[in-house]
């Protein structure tokens, strides 16, 4: 089992950069794709990016490739999203989630939302322009 927590969220001007932290907890952390996805209110929870569990494979939506970085730090049971260059459409809820069924996120084929078993609570991001 799999607890996670994100933190880092809250509100950014456009172009700002935020770092969102998600700490896991329990002994499959090191073994699954972290995933981070965000939602806003009436639309689907969509894909943000990911990174493999030790490999170094990391895959990203169109919408952040270039601005957003992923990153993990097994040791420390914790991964990191860097966002940059945010924009207002980058306003959402950010998930991250973990996928203990995979270890390697190397298309966007590993960032779907109903393969990843267990997830954070979230953390508002808000963007204003």
């Known amino acids: 089992q799999v607890q996670l927590v994100e933190s880092g969220g809250g509100l950014a001007q456009t172009g700002d950069s935020l770092r969102l932290t998600c700490v896991g907890s329990g002994r499959t952390f090191s073994n699954s794709i972290m995933g981070w996805f965000r939602q806003t209110p009436g639309k689907e929870r969509e894909a943000v990016a990911c990174t493999g569990a030790k490999d170094g494979s990391t895959t990203y939506a169109e919408s952040v490739k270039g601005r957003f970085t992923v990153s993990r730090d097994n040791a420390k049971n914790t991964a990191w999203l860097q966002m940059d260059s945010l924009k207002s459409e980058d306003t959402a809820t950010y998930y991250c989630?973990?996928?203990?069924?995979?270890?390697?996120?190397?298309?966007?084929?590993?960032?779907?939302?109903?393969?990843?078993?267990?997830w954070g609570q979230g953390t508002r991001v808000t963007v204003s322009s």
């Open positions: 989630a973990a996928n203990t069924l995979r270890t390697s996120c190397r298309n966007l084929n590993h960032l779907v939302v109903h393969e990843y078993n267990y």
